[in-house]
């Protein structure tokens, strides 16, 4: 016999079910309905939930290196695991959107600019989205450069701060690209920021109005997925475990940033939000550890 829910056992008895609901929770249900898709994620399989297997957007990775040891980096943990994609396309005819790219520094590639211009002509149609920290970026390179969206990652709002984070003293270096790219008004600019509770939680909405003042469009403000060999550098740093798992704690944090600029969360994590009910939400936890982040996509040559 199939074992009945709660809603329909009280509906067999006459009763509809009542929802019971915090005012916090029916503001973080409200606030989750009301956020756009980020940019960089329209077109990703990952916003559609019937899909069993997602992947990611095609990438272009140019190389592994970068000029960035930042404390939470998958792409760190991916060369010391001798696991990082070789460089080369990885996807698949007529895509949406291909982003160059999702591993090491593109910037540091002499190729960039080749490899930019050979996207563009191979797939006119697509939208090209810049992956990158920023700190390499130069007016005379970005003259260079043809790209709809441009991702600058940036996750303190001192130059002390990011220091810790990134191990590299380079903090107005990405202000500066910030500046380069939120004055070009031809490609949507976006600032990405990664929330790290007890790290950055309090650099968050300094970090938004930041961006705002530089003429950023949006701010993608993602998830910290923690990694095992990243797991001491992390704790060591203050990171606040728990409350790096709370979807209320990041929903929060993206609330008061949304106070500066057009904050918008991982793409495939509000498509699963906007199935939760308010209380759900207000209590539920991403409980998000790997080991080496894998390309479920293949390498095409051309």
């Given at each position: 016999m199939k074992k009945m829910t709660w809603e329909e056992f009280a509906r067999s008895m006459g009763v509809e079910p009542q929802i019971l609901e915090n005012e916090e929770a029916r503001l973080l249900k409200k606030f989750v309905m009301d956020l756009k898709f980020p940019t960089h994620c329209q077109g990703c399989q990952g916003l559609d939930l019937s899909n069993p297997n997602p992947v990611h957007h095609p990438s272009y990775e140019l190389t592994p290196a970068c000029n960035h040891d930042c404390i939470f980096c998958y792409s760190n943990v991916a060369v010391?695991?001798?696991?990082?994609?070789k460089p080369g396309y990885y996807g698949w005819e007529r895509p949406y959107a291909i982003t160059v790219s999702q591993?090491?520094?593109p910037l540091i590639s002499p190729r960039i600019v080749e490899v930019n211009k050979m996207l563009r002509e191979r797939f006119p149609n697509a939208r090209l989205d810049l992956q990158t920290n920023g700190s390499l970026l130069t007016e005379e390179l970005w003259e260079k450069l043809d790209f709809d969206l441009v991702?600058?990652?940036?996750?303190?709002?001192t130059?002390?701060?990011h220091l810790k984070i990134s191990g590299a003293d380079t903090f107005d270096a990405v202000v500066n690209a910030l500046r380069i790219v939120g004055s070009d008004k031809s490609v949507r600019s976006v600032v990405r920021t990664i929330f790290m509770p007890g790290i950055n939680d309090e650099d968050i909405p300094r970090i938004a109005e930041l961006a705002a003042s530089l003429g950023i469009d949006e701010m993608m403000l993602q998830p910290l997925t923690v990694h095992e060999m990243n797991v001491e550098r992390l704790?060591?740093?203050?990171l606040d475990f728990e409350r790096a798992e709370s979807i209320r704690e990041y929903l929060k944090?993206?609330?008061?940033a949304k106070r500066y600029i057009d904050v918008r969360i991982s793409g495939c994590q509000l498509a699963i939000y906007r199935t939760m009910d308010p209380l759900t939400l207000f209590s539920a936890r991403r409980?998000?550890?790997?080991?080496?982040?894998l390309v479920k996509r293949s390498r095409e040559e051309f």
């Open positions: 010391k695991l001798g696991k990082v994609p591993y090491g520094e991702m600058i990652s940036l996750d303190a709002a130059r002390e701060k704790k060591k740093a203050g944090t993206a609330m008061e409980v998000a550890r790997d080991v080496v982040p």
